[in-house]
């Protein structure tokens, strides 16, 4: 599937630091990935794996300081985006990638009308007058499927639901028609009858409009309804990275397997959870090898001393873990005989 | 009267007509110009040892319920029935000596624990306030509590910060623990943790029950949590129960068609299974003016003339399974 394929982004071992006076977070430590023109890329992890961060990267929105880019390249389109300038920047957010966040209420401004948001980011990137500008917010607003729009744009933040704002938030990141979309947890603060309607209406406006979208969510029902790829994030590193049909048929990586076994599910019963042991490890002070080692139920002293490479394996998948590599055999051995 | 369920199990918790009522205050005067009815006419029962899951959207009054039982916010009208005592007749210190039987252990371990206590000045407290073991065995009893909730002896001077998401819920649990309660209800206990922690902390829950025989209300909006940990689920929407029933009576053949839709909404961690998705329209009334009839009506796809002005009563489905709806029969 990739490589036929119009690459829009391109990720090179991202790494974005923190430095701060307890000592360097290494938030985003080598992530590297890619999107197709017109598919959603599933960033997955939990709290604390890097994923916001790495997309708060790919706009350059990191505070600095005490954030940091400290080595990796972004292509959009072929542009490395680090090494732009603040000014060229401005440009390309909201207008060519644009974002959506969680929390709707904190990213509006609650003292302005929906309707002059919206108008506001036309009449800035594309240069419309007032009038052309707010029928084109309320054409929006139609768009994403909101009852009355002329009467709604009138109205402030507070007016509405947490679903309706959800719409006005991506109707603004929207109305530039831009070529990528991040969405942030964008329906992790919704009901779920109301998340089933948000993530209808993205996939709908994604066949319209022909975007790709970078879906972050720790939800990986989400990620099975919604995403072609997925890149599956742990202490800042990409662990797995392959289609959804590879991830959810034949997951690899130790951690993947875990999560998906931590899973309570709805369509079926297991009598105790198979839980990962232990706890996400301190971004001050990561394992020297595999950032999954210690909770790891196969590891090993290679796994320990050394970090795996992102490898990629047989089925097209790439997996940083050194189960599927050459050295996995005589490195099991070792352990049996140390009596690990 | 409303439960017909086992008979060979014995009622714990008898909620009958419990209504939650809060007064908005408004104008110059203060005067109560209206009312959020949060909770309206709900009765359940809980059995021994078994544990029964509140699910439903923000707003449907499944937290509201919890807090009801427990008099922290005090009912509008309502009993109570706990072992057969009706705990909304009592006084105020009667009800506090009932509190170590019926403990709460809450969604945010960060909020609910004192920053400034140890974990054994908070634990320490809950053993003080109900005198139920010596002084002299406290941090014995403590350092017990702390191995049954998996954190070791040596954390029992440690401060709420210092630990993570996960043991912080821990702390939680052993604060409820220490009253050797006989109901414990939990308030979205595992929303804020993520996946990984919640299964240790869920797995966690579901050994304390066997162990001490522990009844739960287990109030949640992961209908995947509930289907794990649950025998019973029960439905709430707009401060109605909709539906209630056993787990597999209720996840095989789910009855009212709010609860069809609310199953069907949940994004499968499966790509081969693609479901057929009901989307609702619209959005939750607003509870100040609930909808008249049945109040799911508004965006029920199947909604008839009389869902608008009749409210529908729940009837059994079969023995262990309720439903208020009219169309089904």
């Not at chain 1, 430590?29 to 997309?55: A, Q, R």
């Not at chain 1, 992102?310 to 051995?333: F, H, I, N, Q």
């Not at chain 2, 479901?275 to 008249?292: A, C, F, H, K, Y």
């Amino acid at each position: 599937m990739p490589g036929q394929q119009e690459k829009i982004l391109d990720v090179r071992n991202l790494q974005t630091h923190f430095f701060t006076d307890d000592g360097v977070s290494k938030a985003v430590d080598g992530v590297d990935f890619s999107l197709n023109k017109g598919e959603t890329l599933g960033l997955v992890g939990e709290s604390g794996c890097g994923k916001s961060i790495t997309s708060l990267s790919i706009l350059r929105l990191i505070a600095s300081p005490p954030g940091k880019i400290v080595g990796g390249e972004i292509l959009f389109k072929g542009q490395d985006l680090i090494a732009k300038s603040e000014a060229e920047m401005r440009k390309i957010r909201g207008n060519e990638i644009s974002m959506i966040f969680q929390e709707p209420m904190t990213s509006l401004n609650p003292v302005y009308t929906v309707g002059e948001q919206i108008a506001e980011v036309l009449r800035l990137h594309q240069n419309m007058g007032r009038k052309e500008a707010w029928e084109k917010a309320v054409d929006m607003l139609r768009l994403v499927g909101i009852p009355s729009p002329e009467k709604r744009a009138t109205q402030e933040p507070h007016e509405l639901s947490g679903g309706m704002r959800q719409r006005v938030m991506i109707a603004m990141a929207l109305a530039c028609r831009p070529e990528i979309l991040i969405a942030d947890e964008p329906t992790t603060a919704l009901d779920v009858t109301i998340q089933a309607q948000i993530l209808e209406l993205m996939k709908k406006l994604q066949a319209e409009m022909g975007m790709s979208i970078i879906m972050i969510t720790h939800d990986l029902g989400v990620v099975a309804e919604t995403c072609d790829r997925v890149a599956v994030m742990y202490a800042g590193k990409v662990v797995e990275y392959t289609t959804a049909k590879n991830l959810f048929e034949n997951p690899k990586h130790p951690y993947t397997i875990g999560l998906m076994n931590s899973l309570p599910r709805l369509d079926e019963d297991v009598e105790e959870l198979v839980a990962i042991k232990g706890n996400v490890p301190s971004p001050f002070n990561m394992p020297t090898g595999c950032r999954f080692a210690p909770r790891c139920p196969h590891a090993t002293e290679l796994c320990h001393s050394k970090l795996p490479e992102l490898l990629t394996s047989d089925d097209g998948s790439k997996v940083r873990c050194w189960m599927y590599t050459p050295e996995w055999d005589g490195a099991s051995k070792t352990a049996t005989e140390m009596g690990v | 009267m409303m439960m017909t369920a086992d008979q060979t199990k014995k009622p714990l918790l008898e909620v009958q007509n419990l209504k939650q009522h809060f007064p908005i205050k408004g104008g110059i005067l203060g005067r109560t110009v209206n009312h959020v009815k949060a909770v309206d006419d709900v009765s359940f029962t809980i059995f021994e040892g078994e544990t029964l899951s509140i699910v439903g959207e923000s707003g449907c009054g499944k937290s509201t319920t919890g807090r009801a039982i427990l008099r922290l916010d005090e009912p509008t009208s309502g009993s109570v029935f706990f072992e057969g005592k009706d705990l909304l007749a009592m006084s105020k210190s009667q009800m506090r000596s009932m509190r170590k039987d019926l403990q709460v252990i809450f969604q945010d371990p960060f909020a609910s624990l004192n920053p400034r206590q140890s974990v054994a000045q908070i634990l320490g407290e809950a053993l003080a306030i109900q005198n139920i073991v010596p002084a002299n065995q406290r941090r014995e009893r403590i350092i017990e509590l702390l191995s049954h909730v998996g954190l070791r002896p040596d954390q029992i001077d440690r401060f709420p910060h210092e630990f993570s998401g996960g043991q912080r819920q821990r702390i939680g649990i052993a604060r409820a623990l220490a009253m050797q309660p006989k109901l414990i209800i939990c308030d979205e206990a595992v929303s804020a943790l993520d996946v990984s922690i919640q299964a240790q902390v869920l797995n966690l829950l579901k050994s304390l029950q066997k162990e001490f025989k522990l009844t739960y209300l287990f109030i949640s909006h992961d209908l995947g949590v509930v289907r794990h940990i649950s025998d019973r689920v029960m439905v709430m929407y707009l401060g109605k129960v909709v539906e209630i029933a056993d787990k597999k009576s209720l996840f095989d053949s789910p009855q009212h068609p709010y609860t069809q839709a609310l199953l069907s909404a949940i994004p499968v961690p499966d790509v081969s299974k693609k479901q057929e998705r009901i989307i609702l329209r619209g959005d939750v009334p607003s509870p100040i003016n609930p909808p008249q009839g049945c109040r799911f009506h508004t965006r029920c796809p199947l909604a008839v003339e009389r869902c608008k002005t009749e409210v529908p009563a729940l009837t059994n489905v079969h023995s262990t399974h309720q439903v208020a709806c009219h169309l089904v029969p």
